[in-house]
């Protein structure tokens, strides 16, 4: 009998539902962790991939200038890696949306 590894069912799943438009994305959502390693993946978030262009927030500014630093090794390595290529990486602060609720005099 032969098992495959369930990931890997789960893998091609999501490939399939997202399409060749999506593609490149999801690759890289599924490699972020291995292009930036453990402790910039759990403070950075892919947003989007528009045009060749990634979005990714940043829980706060030391880690967006950790990022900014290594930009074009993060190019590079989403390239050799994932085969993705792009032509920009866009960091961004990660916006904090809380709603104050407004008390009603009366």
């Not at 599924?30 to 402790?39: H, M, T």
């Amino acid at each position: 009998m032969d098992f495959t590894l369930a990931g890997n069912n789960l893998k091609k799943i999501v490939y399939t539902i997202a399409g060749t438009e999506q593609r490149d994305f999801v690759s890289i959502a599924f490699g972020w962790k291995k292009i930036v390693g453990n402790l910039l993946s759990e403070r950075a978030s892919i947003l989007k991939l528009e045009n060749g262009v990634l979005f990714v927030s940043v829980t706060n500014n030391v880690w967006m200038q950790e990022l900014i630093l290594r930009k074009f090794q993060i190019m590079k390595d989403i390239e050799s890696i994932l085969n993705v290529q792009l032509s920009d990486v866009v960091f961004f602060m990660k916006s904090e949306n809380k709603r104050k609720t407004r008390k009603k005099n009366g």
